[in-house]
């Protein structure tokens, strides 16, 4: 994985810049002048909670709930069964879902969990306010983590799929297609670019959101 882990794809322009200068080639790429007609946003950095490998920057409207960036990262990240989540603040307080993004202070931190039973956890950060031109969606995808590379543990081929019951073991769980056909094991899940990845039923169905290989070029 090496040097993917800190960086992605720019979905405004194709570029793959890094997680920690998205923000910065942004603003200097992206942010003309504000027009009349322009929709007031906050900016958000979300972000695995654990390990932070996986991450979006995002834009929303100041007037959508967190009920629409929910349903948003279940489309993305997350959706499997029908879970339940929820967003809190720090010391655990929740925060009701139809709360709008502008009762939120710019610069604090969220947390959201899917799924309280194999829970998937992520951290939210209200970066800045933006403004943008209007969109058919409220929430505007500007840049996600490259999908990261996992080689097959018995061949060392790009890996396909991650076994469940060698990683609950601890043991090294990645194989490709083929190898898989012969593994001991038969409870499989895809390798995917989310963070819940191998947990549950996630498959990533979803997700329409990948970037096309075709387009990508280094900043």
Same mark, same amino acid.
């Given at each position: 994985?090496?040097?993917?882990?800190?960086?992605?794809?720019?979905?405004? &322009?194709?570029?793959?810049?890094?997680?920690?200068?998205?923000?910065? $080639?942004?603003? /200097?790429?992206? !942010?003309?002048?504000?027009?009349?007609?322009?929709?007031?946003?906050?900016?958000?950095?979300?972000?695995?909670?654990?390990?932070?490998?996986?991450?979006?920057?995002?834009?929303?409207?100041?007037? /959508?709930?967190?009920?629409? *960036?929910?349903?948003?990262?279940?489309?993305?990240?997350?959706?499997?069964?029908? $879970?339940?989540?929820?967003?809190?603040? $720090?010391?655990?307080?929740?925060?009701?879902?139809?709360?709008?993004?502008?009762?939120?202070?710019?610069? /604090?931190?969220?947390?959201?969990?899917?799924?309280?039973?194999?829970?998937?956890?992520? @951290?939210?950060?209200?970066?800045?306010?933006?403004? @943008?031109?209007?969109?058919?969606?409220?929430? @505007?995808? *500007?840049? @996600?983590?490259?999908? !990261?590379?996992?080689?097959?543990?018995? &061949?060392?081929?790009?890996?396909?799929?991650? &076994?469940?019951?060698?990683?609950?073991?601890?043991?090294?769980?990645?194989?490709?297609?083929? &190898?898989?056909?012969?593994?001991?094991?038969?409870?499989?899940?895809?390798?995917?670019?989310?963070?819940?990845?191998?947990?549950?039923?996630?498959?990533?169905?979803?997700?329409?959101?990948?970037?096309?290989?075709?387009?990508?070029?280094?900043?």
């Amino acid at each position: 994985m090496g040097s993917q882990m800190t960086k992605g794809h720019c979905y405004l &322009c194709g570029a793959i810049v890094a997680k920690s200068g998205f923000v910065e $080639h942004f603003d /200097s790429k992206h !942010l003309d002048g504000e027009k009349v007609d322009d929709q007031e946003c906050v900016l958000l950095k979300v972000e695995d909670a654990e390990d932070k490998i996986y991450w979006l920057y995002l834009d929303i409207p100041l007037t /959508s709930t967190l009920k629409t *960036l929910d349903t948003f990262l279940r489309e993305i990240w997350l959706e499997c069964c029908g $879970h339940m989540s929820a967003f809190y603040q $720090h010391g655990g307080i929740e925060i009701g879902k139809s709360t709008k993004l502008e009762q939120l202070p710019v610069g /604090s931190i969220l947390f959201y969990e899917y799924d309280f039973g194999s829970m998937t956890e992520l @951290r939210i950060t209200l970066l800045r306010t933006v403004s @943008r031109p209007r969109q058919r969606k409220a929430v @505007r995808l *500007l840049a @996600r983590n490259l999908p !990261l590379r996992f080689d097959c543990g018995q &061949c060392g081929e790009e890996a396909d799929f991650i &076994c469940c019951e060698c990683d609950a073991m601890e043991e090294y769980p990645f194989l490709c297609e083929k &190898c898989m056909e012969s593994h001991e094991h038969e409870c499989a899940l895809p390798v995917v670019n989310s963070p819940r990845m191998g947990v549950c039923g996630y498959c990533g169905e979803y997700d329409v959101y990948e970037f096309p290989d075709n387009a990508e070029k280094e900043e």
